[in-house]
């Protein structure tokens, strides 16, 4: 995951995993993060939550978008883990940024 605040950037190593079969329309829940206020050591926590109201209005989002899908069925599939936290490691911000805005001397 890549978080990027004006010229600043932090990235974070998350795993997490779902399936996904062929012949389905997969609803993957809603996914929430949360970060940590900035400091030297930043976190970040994502999770997946099933919410009937959030599925329904996606599921008539998708439809008027694609209604070539209508009469499908839509599956509910949470990611394995459902919640997952890792720290934020910041990251040089592109070449262009001069010195002046990095935030710690390398």
């Given at each position: 995951m890549?978080?990027?605040?004006?010229?600043?950037?932090?990235?974070?190593?998350?795993q997490?995993?779902?399936?996904?079969a062929a012949d389905q329309v997969i609803y993957v829940g809603t996914w929430?993060?949360?970060?940590?206020?900035?400091?030297?050591?930043r976190m970040v926590v994502v999770s997946a939550v099933q919410e009937q109201e959030d599925h329904t209005q996606a599921e008539r989002r998708l439809m008027a978008r694609y209604p070539d899908l209508d009469g499908r069925p839509i599956a509910m599939v949470l990611p394995i883990p459902a919640s997952a936290e890792s720290r934020l490691y910041e990251v040089m911000p592109y070449?262009?940024?001069?010195?002046?805005?990095?935030?710690?001397?390398?």
């Open positions: 890549q978080i990027s605040e004006g010229p600043f950037m932090s990235m974070a190593d998350l997490s995993s779902f399936q996904v929430r993060f949360g970060v940590d206020s900035p400091r030297y050591e070449p262009r940024y001069p010195r002046t805005f990095r935030r710690h001397c390398w």
